[in-house]
């Protein structure tokens, strides 16, 4: 397996690779892949970090922002409430895999230390006895008269349920991953045998839903990290010629998904309603779809918006286009304030529209910083919103 090794954003590096590994690449939108001379390509990071296997290739994109900072943005955009950067123990890992697969296996443990959680589940079965109650149906669209065996249905009390079941998915799937240190993989292997009794996910299938409760609160760190390994945040894609598996998670929706959701938290209490990806049309014929990041409104009208961008914002070279998007979602929904919300930049800049009443105003967060300052910086902003409700 030849390694090859990117930083989100970085320098490009040259490497010698066969020509439908850098398609795929490419295809995938994971990098951008440049011929140089024969069989060497010059590949480029773009917003995807993680790790993937490509036709013999070990493709590993470093993130710009610190691990502990990465995994708590995911963690936050899931758990809002509870979830603390102490929360994740992730040891001395500074890769990404590496870090995931600590903190799942330590909150893991600490999950099932008293043992595997329980639960009801409805059972359908065959037997030679009465359990819980005779299923007529199936018992005449099967059996056509006969007494015996009884199609029946019952709750059985268990360890196969939801949790444990994602619990296991996710340990089989990080043992799958490349980088996944000697001891995390051994507690790993450990943790599946524990769930020996607990029915694996049907490749292809949904992961199933579980719902915070008191009884498994001792498991919801541990399900919210499975949730971001199992999810769509994990990247596999079949070609004719080359496979891509891995772990990957798009930085963008990282972003966006962190500060809607730290934001609508910030706006919880002070009236309104918040709407994220909030489907509208920019024409009367319904004809042109926009999706603001999200909308705080008040009854039924809209009183601020906002969108997410995950880019530098340090001028105007290439973000006028950002300006252009939100005077429309304005436009649209009335309003006369629309803030842009850049993951790094220089300073905040407003910008008034000609022939307008609408201001456009770009702010800039430092993903470096540590949670609490992340989250102060969201509650400036959520500030601004606020005002924007009261005018």
Not at 135 to 150: E, I, K, M, Y
Not at 218 to 240: C, P, T
């Amino acid at each position: 397996m030849t390694p090859v090794v990117l930083r989100e954003g970085g320098p490009g590096v040259e490497v010698a690779l066969p020509a439908a590994v850098a398609s795929a690449l490419t295809a995938a939108d994971i990098v951008t892949a440049e011929p140089r001379s024969a069989g060497v390509w010059r590949l480029r990071a773009k917003d995807i970090v993680g790790v993937a296997n490509v036709g013999g290739v070990q493709l590993s994109i470093k993130p710009k922002i610190p691990i502990a900072r990465l995994l708590f943005l995911l963690g936050y955009a899931r758990n809002p409430h509870h979830w603390l950067d102490a929360d994740v123990d992730m040891g001395v890992e500074d890769d990404l895999v590496p870090a995931m697969a600590h903190a799942f296996e330590r909150q893991a443990e600490y999950a099932v230390r008293r043992g595997l959680l329980q639960g009801y589940r409805t059972v359908d079965d065959s037997l030679p006895v009465l359990r819980g109650r005779l299923d007529v149906s199936r018992q005449t669209g099967r059996r056509f008269g006969l007494a015996l065996p009884l199609e029946v249905r019952f709750d059985d009390y268990t360890v196969d349920i939801p949790e444990n079941q994602l619990l296991l998915a996710a340990a089989r799937r990080l043992l799958t991953l490349p980088d996944v240190p000697a001891p995390v993989r051994q507690r790993l292997r450990a943790l599946t045998a524990r769930l020996a009794d607990v029915s694996p996910i049907v490749r292809g299938t949904q992961p199933p839903r579980w719902r915070p409760t008191r009884l498994n609160r001792r498991y919801h760190n541990a399900l919210h990290l499975a949730e971001i390994v199992l999810g769509g945040n994990s990247v596999e894609i079949g070609g004719a010629d080359v496979r891509i598996s891995g772990f990957l998670l798009r930085m963008w929706r990282v972003f966006e998904d962190f500060t809607t959701v730290a934001l609508a938290e910030s706006l919880r209490g002070h009236g309104g309603r918040t709407s994220l990806q909030d489907r509208r049309h920019l024409d009367r014929d319904n004809e042109v779809p926009i999706r603001p990041d999200l909308v705080w409104s008040h009854g039924s009208r809209p009183t601020a918006v906002l969108d997410a961008k995950y880019k530098t914002h340090g001028g105007q070279t290439g973000l006028n286009a950002d300006l252009y998007q939100m005077l429309a979602y304005c436009t649209v929904l009335g309003v006369r304030r629309g803030h842009l919300l850049y993951a790094d930049g220089q300073r905040q800049r407003s910008h008034s529209v000609r022939n307008s009443n609408v201001d456009i105003v770009q702010h800039v967060m430092d993903l470096t910083l540590p949670p609490s300052a992340l989250l102060r910086q969201i509650e400036v902003v959520a500030e601004e919103l606020r005002q924007d409700s009261a005018t």
